[in-house]
């Protein structure tokens, strides 16, 4: 049986990125087995319900004031609007409804609606994920109360590279929201993006960084940079064709994160559009288990609905059934 263990160091997390490739796939198969079913992927589908105009410089995102990328700012979707767009989703055959709103953090005005839109999302007997930016520990409790699933918060990179990327809030300032997120009962998503210019001692420290918290995140993103043009990351990689990530060690990123994690569900999110089938098989027998479906990310492109299911038959792979298999804080703290 995997122990799951709070207590790995940057040296053993080296050591796996180090295995050969077969080997650390090998393993990190066998963990995924342990505590999910190989063969069964989670389907979800993002909406911005708020889109444009943060305040942050993220250097990645295209939503940031800072970038020059085109992306008109918007105010909050109508509720309506929003559960319009679930119902969809559940009927194209999502099962998690994830929604992100460009804001720094959310202004206590808005909570109402969000409130209500989580709830709406709950009753259509669909996962919910929200991503707001920073909570205060009211705004968390009112999500927890509304019966929010997950709520996103990204760390994006190793604590060391964060700044380089990001400067208007620390790491700290992410860890405190996931803390916050934890204590009102709420599970935890968060991961990061791998090919933004970082080490791979970065993405060891991008790994340690969640597979070291008090309670690993339930949830952990796998993105690969979309490289925006108008955005800082964009336009510095655009034209550097070999800082695209390496497909084989965008793979051991996920094998790492499912042997560290083993309970987590580890998600693969932006970038597929760019990767072959061929790489994403690699990524599922390496641990994940769960793709956005549809041709649209929250401002970048996606593969699309059409396109996922052929490839899903082709690899034998189907739909999450019932409830996720594993629901670390919850089962741990027998909250449900």
């Not at 099962?95 to 720094?104: E, V």
């Not at 965008?250 to 499912?258: E, P």
């Amino acid at each position: 049986m995997t122990e799951i263990r709070n207590d790995w160091t940057r040296e053993e997390i080296a050591a796996l990125y180090n295995l050969p490739f077969t080997e650390l796939l090998f393993q990190a198969a066998s963990v995924h087995r342990e505590f999910h079913k190989a063969d069964e992927v989670q389907l979800c589908t993002l909406l911005s319900i708020k889109t444009g105009g943060c305040p942050e410089d993220c250097g990645y995102c295209s939503q940031s004031i800072k970038a020059d990328s085109g992306v008109e700012a918007t105010k909050l979707m109508d509720v309506r609007a929003v559960l319009q767009s679930a119902a969809q989703a559940k009927d194209n055959g999502s099962q998690r409804f994830c929604m992100g709103a460009a804001w720094r953090n959310p202004k206590d005005r808005d909570m109402p609606a969000i409130v209500e839109i989580v709830a709406g999302v709950r009753a259509m007997g669909m996962e919910t994920c929200m991503t707001l930016g920073m909570l205060s520990p009211k705004q968390a409790d009112m999500l927890a109360a509304a019966g929010l699933d997950y709520y996103n918060h990204n760390i994006d990179s190793s604590p060391e590279y964060y700044e380089k990327a990001i400067s208007t809030r620390k790491m700290q300032d992410r860890l405190d929201t996931l803390s916050e997120v934890r204590r009102a009962g709420i599970n935890v998503c968060s991961g990061g993006i791998i090919g933004m210019g970082e080490t791979r001692e970065d993405r060891v420290g991008f790994v340690h960084t969640l597979a070291t918290l008090p309670s690993h995140p339930e949830s952990v993103p796998v993105n690969a940079l979309v490289p925006i043009k108008g955005t800082v990351l964009g336009d510095m990689l655009a034209d550097t064709p070999m800082a695209k990530i390496d497909d084989i060690e965008f793979v051991r990123t996920v094998a790492v994160s499912r042997i560290t994690m083993p309970m987590s569900m580890v998600r693969l999110s932006a970038g597929r559009e760019a990767m072959s089938e061929a790489t994403q098989a690699l990524c599922f027998m390496a641990g994940a288990n769960s793709i956005f479906t549809g041709d649209k990310l929250l401002t970048a492109p996606n593969a699309g609905d059409d396109s996922d299911a052929a490839m899903m038959a082709k690899l034998g792979l189907k739909p999450l059934q019932g409830e996720e298999p594993m629901r670390a804080c919850k089962i741990l703290e027998g909250v449900e």
